[in-house]
């Protein structure tokens, strides 16, 4: 059995193969999962909101809240690990619209598409290519990251399960 | 400043255990009421329940101290808890479905009363007026329902209050946990009034 590595709201981990990183119930924010095939390394990071300007800017905020300092830090620590960034490809869950049926101002709704929209543009500016997603919707996912072929694994309790 | 927050948050709960013992006619008792301020990030670890499914039931409350409501409660306590709203008057959930929408409004209605019962303490202590949205209800994990509200609510501040009770209704093995989260931005008046 591959070693479980849990990973926390607004967290990251990134360890080397064999070991499966997990991340529960993911609702509004974004699970990236990010590899290198080639050494197998994997990192996942629990993205809560788009971009570290929005926190109101407090130097003490955690940076692994955010899309553009949470993806960041995920690289940094994967080429810690030997991985090499123009090999290093993504794929993502997550940003639903848990309470799609609250009648709030449209900010609300909107922080799961905010969430995946700021992941999607870092990933791009980082050069990251994005193989796969599984966006949106109004549920939420539980998701695991196998560091022995970058398999990104979406469960869910009344939508099924799938493999991406 | 904090023992004036618990002051405050048993308050509340009180006045939610009377509302709720009012109309299921039965014993509730509070088993917790905890206040802390946290990071938000840390609040799923205070909450400490399942990460399995729940019902989980948003609500929103506006004017000069806003916040939000989240209320979690167990699928077979929602089920049993709409059968003593509907007196045995309720239809079966359709397949697939763990209420039915009859069950569901009631289970709604619920959370309209907790809610309402936290905001009249809150606007008579605070001196303002304070109004809620109808709730939104989901039953999914609950980090996936925690990390949604938390997300809404870590958008105003890295730091929050949060006022966390647990309700139990005992002849029917009933509970529910209640979380209070005045938004972070808007948390001066609160302070403000309990200095």
């Known amino acids: 059995m591959p070693e479980i590595v849990k990973v926390a709201m607004a967290d990251l981990k990134v360890s080397r193969e064999p070991t499966v990183l997990i991340t529960i119930g993911l609702g509004s924010c974004i ?7 080639v050494v197998k390394v994997g990192g996942l990071a629990h993205i ?6 929005h926190a109101g800017g407090s130097d003490g ?12 830090m995920t690289l940094a620590k994967m080429i810690e690990l030997d991985a090499v960034k123009r090999r290093i490809t993504a794929k993502i869950a997550g940003g639903a619209h848990m309470f799609s049926n609250m009648k709030e101002g449209a900010t609300f709704l909107k922080i799961g598409d905010n969430n995946a929209a700021a992941v999607k543009e870092k990933l791009a500016q980082e050069k990251i290519k994005l193989l796969a997603e599984d966006t949106g919707n109004d549920y939420g996912r539980t998701v695991e ?14 939508n099924g399960s799938k493999v991406i | 400043m904090l023992h004036k927050l618990k002051k405050l948050g048993d308050e509340s709960a009180n006045m939610v255990i009377e509302s709720l013992a009012e109309m ?5 008792i509070m088993e917790v009421s905890a206040v802390n301020m946290t990071e938000i990030e840390q609040i799923p670890a205070t909450v400490g329940i399942t990460d399995d499914a729940m019902i989980g039931l948003y609500v929103r409350f506006t004017g000069d101290l806003p916040g939000s409501v989240l209320i979690l409660i167990s699928i077979p306590s929602a089920q049993r ?21 009859m069950q569901q409004s009631a289970v709604e209605e619920i959370g309209n009363i907790i809610t309402s019962s936290f905001i009249d303490i809150w606007a008579n202590t605070f001196e303002t007026g304070l109004t809620q949205t109808p709730p939104a209800f989901v039953c ?25 009770s647990a309700i139990r209704i005992t002849d029917e093995d009933i509970d529910c946990h209640i979380l209070v989260l005045p938004d972070p931005d808007k948390m001066q008046i ?5 200095e």
Do not use: C, Q, W
């Not at chain 1, 022995?148 to 979406?154: M, P």
């Not at chain 2, 299921?24 to 509730?28: G, K, L, N, R, Y």
């Not at chain 2, 329902?145 to 730091?159: E, K």
């Open chain 2, 24 to 28: 299921t006619a039965m014993d509730v």
């Open chain 1, 145 to 158: 990251l196998h560091t022995k072929d970058g398999s990104y694994v979406i469960k869910t309790i009344a």
């Open chain 1, 61 to 72: 905020s955690n940076p692994m809240k955010y899309a553009d300092t949470g993806i960041e």
């Open chain 2, 140 to 164: 999914d994990f609950v980090p996936s329902i925690l990390d949604a509200a938390l997300a809404r609510a870590s958008d105003g501040g890295d730091f929050a209050v949060v006022f966390n």
């Open chain 2, 190 to 194: 609160m302070f403000d009034n309990l």
């Open chain 1, 48 to 53: 809560m909101l788009p971009a570290s300007r």
């Open chain 2, 81 to 101: 808890l709409a059968d003593i709203m509907l007196a045995g008057m309720g239809d079966e959930p359709a397949e697939g479905e763990v209420l039915s929408e």
């Open chain 1, 31 to 37: 699970g990236v999962a990010l590899y290198d095939p």
